[in-house]
């Protein structure tokens, strides 16, 4: 059984590292190390159900322990090949976690070209395997991986997954919301203040340390909450309740305590055994009631620990207002202040994102095809990119429009 303490320093890691990659691999390092694991690795996959299952893409988020061989190997061929994941949404799709053992037998695995190709040659035996998200076509999770001659993962590996998964979840959620905030601020060039993302950051006795100018703005309103002796105030009195909730368990966890108000867990494993442990609290969403005909505020509370960042040692927990009827700002105009872009290079760049080809980006900006390539190539120097291709991954990377 992994002690208390092991899981408070698991947390603290996990929640760094959504502002700081280099703390979720010191995460992941640690959890190998706790369910004696080889290899761990985030990644999503997306795939169709016609009238069999095809797998179509990959990504790779974070991986620890796998040889540059092994993940070139996988990337270039295996990927399509990969049973593990072929068994858990063929036959599993509903379980949150499992064991290899429970996918595919061993006698069956070593029959594969996966095994003979892939498994046995960079010596990957046993897997476990937790789900962070799933939409339709497309299934992300985390695995580890141990030598082929270690022994199987067991029911208490799964409990300590299932201890770890609605952070891992809330964690890559806060990851994902703080890169928009990055990539939406110049990189950081005019300080936090200056955000349009509406941002509150908490002390562990829920006051108020910073906010963001779109929070201000938002909390100025006084529709549905407001700012009251430094705290968040909720016209609601359920509501007030729900955030106050939600945000003490936050602040808890995100200050390294949140066992000692631990909470239930369940999950669905493979084989439709249900998993039931016990983490610290992983924060949560609600509904803030405006005057109508406004609709409600969406809320998402996270733990938060101080990274690279938002370097703010006093926070333990970071809310995140969104407001249905905000308009987003133009990817043209964010890649325009990142990357000092000229206001025609940012409409080119903007009109290449809708679709237009170099002729009609020309027609549209009443210049010749020469020099739109010109301003092209301008553009890509400016951005380091190198084909068109990476100038529109790196604009749908952006928050906005």
């Not at 016609?50 to 974070?62: A, I, M």
Request: hydrophobic content about 40%.
């Amino acid at each position: 059984m992994v002690a208390e303490e092991d899981i408070s320093r698991l947390l603290l890691l996990l929640y760094e590292g959504a502002t700081t990659p280099a703390r979720f691999q010191a995460f992941l390092n640690e959890l190998a190390q706790v369910v004696n694991a080889k290899g761990a690795v985030v990644r999503e996959h997306t795939f169709r159900v016609d009238t069999t299952l095809q797998l179509q893409t990959w990504t790779f988020s974070e991986t620890i322990g796998y040889p540059a061989e092994a993940l070139s190997a996988y990337r270039q061929y295996f990927w399509k090949k990969d049973m593990y994941l072929q068994r858990c949404l063929e036959r599993f799709r509903g379980a949150d976690c499992g064991v290899s053992q429970l996918l595919i037998s061993e006698s069956e695995m070593k029959s594969t070209e996966v095994y003979a190709g892939y498994l046995q040659p960079f010596d990957i035996g046993p897997m476990i395997w937790v789900k962070l998200a799933e939409r339709t076509g497309c299934h992300a999770s985390i695995s580890m991986v141990r030598s082929n001659a270690a022994p199987y993962f067991d029911e208490s590996e799964l409990k300590l997954l299932t201890t770890l998964a609605p952070h891992l979840r809330q964690a890559l959620r806060l990851s994902r919301s703080l890169h928009d905030l990055q990539s939406a601020n110049a990189m950081l060039s005019h300080g936090l203040d200056e955000m349009e993302v509406a941002i509150c950051m908490v002390r562990q006795d829920r006051t108020v340390l910073r906010l963001t100018r779109g929070a201000d703005r938002l909390l100025a309103a006084k529709d549905g909450i407001c700012q009251k002796d430094g705290r968040l105030k909720v016209a609601s009195d359920r509501e007030q309740r729900s955030l106050d909730a939600v945000s003490a368990g936050a602040c808890q966890t995100g200050a390294g305590h949140g066992i000692e108000q631990a909470v239930r867990v369940r999950s669905q494993a493979a084989g439709k055994a249900t998993i039931c442990s016990w983490t610290a609290q992983a924060g949560g969403a609600l509904l803030i009631a405006r005057k109508p005909p406004l609709r409600p505020l969406q809320v998402v509370v996270s733990p938060f620990c101080p990274g690279s960042l938002l370097n703010e040692p006093q926070a333990t927990a970071l809310i995140q207002f969104s407001d249905p009827y905000s308009v987003p700002r133009s990817r043209a105009a964010i890649l325009r202040e990142l990357y000092a872009l000229t206001p025609a290079e940012a409409r080119l760049a903007d009109l290449l994102l809708q679709g237009l080809d170099v002729s009609q980006v020309a027609e549209q900006m009443r210049t010749t095809i020469a020099t739109t390539r010109v301003q092209l190539k301008r553009v890509q120097a400016k951005t380091e990119t190198h084909r068109q291709s990476e100038l529109m991954r790196l604009m749908l990377s952006l928050p906005g429009r």
